[in-house]
């Protein structure tokens, strides 16, 4: 039998050598634009090679490749090769027509494959015009059609022409949430990024019905549900239905599962590691343990872990982690630390930066070119490109290089829009507001992020632009740049004006895991004018000033999360420091707030504030610096109406205390579902005259009530009801105050 194989292979290798021919020589026939010389290039075929089918294939199939051709036959007689070809037309140009928009013409260029001068391949053109009708879709362009059409032109050229009709954009009527949600509507409604239609959203982009979107909802929906702790929450069978011409209705239907908790928690070595070198990862994996599960729990410990990673004794360790479900709602969890192949970086390849400068995506990176290569860090430069929101894909490819320790790295990427335009609109209790600003994340493609507004309510004018440098200088520091100015008009109230102009600098990091330090030098001028209704005191400060100070502030941050934080706490003290200054004086304050969940839709908290500013020489503090506590600090008085007075003007203090607690309540009725309720006490005082001490009244201000936000169709809504328990008797009551209000 063996011997049977081996005639059998022996007799199949000669079968084919039989109809093998030696190439002596080839001609190129039918080419116009494309040099014969090219032609052979392409067919990767040389005199004195052996031809036989699998060659003559290869061939053909390498002639294809180019998309230069429509046709290609092959011909071999007496060792001449015949290549006869039929040229593909050269795309002269694209025309879009019934596209207005830059923007929006230019995002769908960017969806066309085949690009002007290059061939025309009917197959590829019909995949570019699916491609188009697709994104026209993903973008709100339901109700669009698309028409492609060719020209032949005289120079065996052709023009493409693309006549799109992009009908009403499809715009989102309602949104619902459906299913065991668990939470209400208006809590929903805040971690998604699509809203509501409403007529005076003109400028949102927000409320048009978008399938990225409404996907990247999704994502968001089930990263919140993973953060509370519902493990197994589905989001599924979203939605859109029609209501009536281009309006939709968006539904989103949930089923949040049981709540779960971790139980066994582990960290998995390689045997040969000391644990004393995961000490801290050990210490963290012991504090969740039978804790409410959370997903940010876990990405808290993989950035720890990638911070070992960076150091040099553990440059080429990975770490995954599984999670196993026991018994009804415990999930075991372990870190798994082993070590990778010791590979290098060569080089790394930058794609799709068409208007981001190389640089900018180079310091986003963790890792450069002749760095230790390994999995943590490559995703971590993932995130890290990721986070930076100028792009909306990130890939990053790792090839092989001819040094088997050395890899090459591509990085693609797809840009997004990064300009934003924005307004706003309220009233309230203390009068109208407006607010309109600009902002650009990726300013010069250098990432800058620059951001300018204007605010303007009954009594101030503020307007200002920020410039925000990431990575300065290649410190790891963003560098902070702020021009503001800010106009003041009380005369009609408390006998006086003032106009601040400032300028900062500064920057910020993160000094230890959590905690924040921000130093800022400011530069201010300011021009303070009475009139006669002003108190004696006030008409001696009338004038102008200069300052030059430090402000700074360190913040110890250990909430779940930055907005509508249901667990933790922070803690943060500033200070103000001049330098130089016509009128020396120290600002001091300190703030803490501690947060409980009491039930899934219950939320306490606690908070403290504390502030003091006095005057470091023989002089005393303006009345511009002085201490007023605001509304939110001390509910049931008017803003600024309270604390020490001289004559009918309320003059602040150098003192202030405040401290409150509050909570959330749960819905009432299902039909509430827009309402948040919640409830408060509030205490606080404002003493301290340091110019006449008959004036200071030191006394507990105190008062509880009721709060309600509400998600109206024309924005949200948020009331007050508070009586106050104690008070002085110059205090200004406010035992009702609403403000309404909205973006455009």
Do not use: C
Not at 115 to 128: A, G, I, P, T
Not at 203 to 217: T, V
Not at 255 to 265: C, W
Not at 473 to 500: H, P, Q
């Amino acid at each position: 039998m063996y011997k049977f194989f081996v005639y059998l292979y022996f007799f199949l290798l000669s079968f084919n050598n039989l109809y093998a021919e030696i190439l002596n020589k080839i001609e190129v026939t039918g080419n116009d634009r494309i040099s014969t010389e090219t032609i052979k290039v392409f067919s990767k075929i040389n005199i004195g090679d052996d031809i036989n089918e699998n060659v003559l294939d290869k061939i053909l199939k390498n002639l294809y490749t180019t998309d230069f051709f429509n046709n290609v036959s092959l011909k071999i007689n007496n060792g001449i090769l015949t290549i006869s070809v039929s040229e593909n037309f050269l795309v002269q140009n694209i025309i879009i027509n019934g596209v207005k928009n830059k923007d929006l013409k230019e995002a769908i260029i960017n969806q066309i494959s085949i690009k002007e001068k290059n061939s025309y391949v009917e197959q590829k053109v019909l995949n570019d015009s699916e491609k188009i009708s697709n994104f026209l879709k993903l973008s709100g362009y339901y109700f669009s059609n698309l028409n492609l059409s060719t020209q032949k032109n005289s120079n065996n050229t052709v023009n493409l022409i693309y006549d799109i009709d992009l009908g009403e954009k499809a715009l989102v009527g309602k949104i619902n949430f459906t299913g065991n949600k668990i939470y209400k509507k208006s809590t929903l409604s805040s971690v998604i990024i699509t809203e509501e239609n409403k007529f005076w959203k003109f400028l949102s982009k927000k409320k048009y019905l978008n399938e990225r979107q409404i996907n990247l909802d999704q994502r968001l929906l089930k990263n919140f549900y993973l953060n509370e702790g519902y493990y197994q929450v589905k989001i599924s069978n979203s939605t859109a239905n029609i209501i009536k011409d281009n309006i939709f209705l968006v539904t989103y239907n949930i089923d949040a599962g049981d709540k779960y908790f971790f139980n066994e928690v582990n960290l998995t070595l390689p045997s040969d590691y000391d644990k004393n070198n995961f000490g801290e990862i050990i210490d963290e994996l012991n504090k969740i343990k039978n804790t409410e599960y959370s997903f940010n729990k876990i990405e808290k410990l993989l950035r720890k872990i990638d911070k070992i990673a960076e150091t040099k004794q553990f440059e080429f360790i990975n770490a995954t982690f599984s999670e196993n479900v026991v018994e009804k709602n415990k999930i075991n969890l372990n870190f798994i630390i082993d070590e990778s192949k010791k590979f290098y970086v060569n080089r790394i390849n930058i794609f799709g930066n068409d208007i981001t400068n190389e640089n900018v995506i180079r310091n986003l990176l963790i890792i450069d070119e002749g760095d230790p290569l390994n999995e943590i860090l490559n995703n971590k430069s993932i995130n890290k490109i990721k986070s930076s929101g100028l792009f909306s894909q990130v890939d990053i490819k790792i090839e092989d290089t001819e040094n088997n320790f050395k890899k090459d790295m591509s990085v693609n990427l797809v840009e997004q829009p990064t300009g934003e335009i924005t307004a706003g609109a309220g009233y309230g209790s203390s009068g109208q507001t407006f607010a309109f600003g600009i902002k650009e994340n990726n300013f010069s493609g250098n990432a800058i992020r620059l951001n300018s507004s204007i605010n303007i309510s009954q009594d101030t004018v503020k307007g200002g632009i920020n410039f925000d440098i990431p990575n300065y200088n290649y410190s790891d520091k963003a560098l902070k740049l702020n021009l503001s100015r800010t106009d003041n008009d009380f005369f009609d109230t408390a006998g006086y004006k003032n106009t601040l102009t400032n300028f900062t600098i500064g920057t910020g990091l993160e000094y230890r895991q959590d905690l924040f330090f921000n130093p800022l030098l400011v530069i201010e001028f300011e021009e303070l004018e009475t009139n006669n209704s002003a108190s004696q005191t006030l008409k001696k400060q009338d004038g102008n000033y200069n300052n030059l100070k430090i402000d700074y502030n360190f913040l110890y941050d250990k909430r779940n999360k930055f907005f509508k934080p249901s667990d933790g706490f922070y803690s943060k003290f500033s200070q103000k420091l001049p330098l130089i200054s016509n009128n020396y004086s120290m600002y001091n304050s300190y703030d803490f707030k501690v947060y409980q969940k009491l039930t899934e839709n219950m939320v306490g908290s606690l908070s403290y504030h504390v502030a003091a500013i006095n005057s470091l020489e023989d002089s005393d503090v303006r009345v511009s610096e002085r201490i007023y506590l605001s509304s939110k600090k001390l509910r049931g008085f008017k803003r600024g109406k309270i604390g020490p007075k001289d004559n009918n003007d309320f003059i602040g203090g150098n003192y202030a205390t405040a401290l409150s607690l509050s909570s959330t309540l749960p819905t009432f009725l299902p039909q509430l579902d827009n309402i948040d309720f919640g409830v408060f006490i509030d205490a606080a005082n404002l003493w301290g005259v340091d110019y006449n001490s008959d004036l200071d009244e030191s006394k507990l201000r105190s008062s509880t009530g009721f709060a309600l936000d509400w998600l109206t169709p024309v924005g949200p809504l948020s009331f007050v009801i508070a009586q106050p328990l104690s008070k002085s008797s110059t205090d200004i009551e406010e035992t009702f105050r609403f403000d309404l209000g909205t973006t455009f």
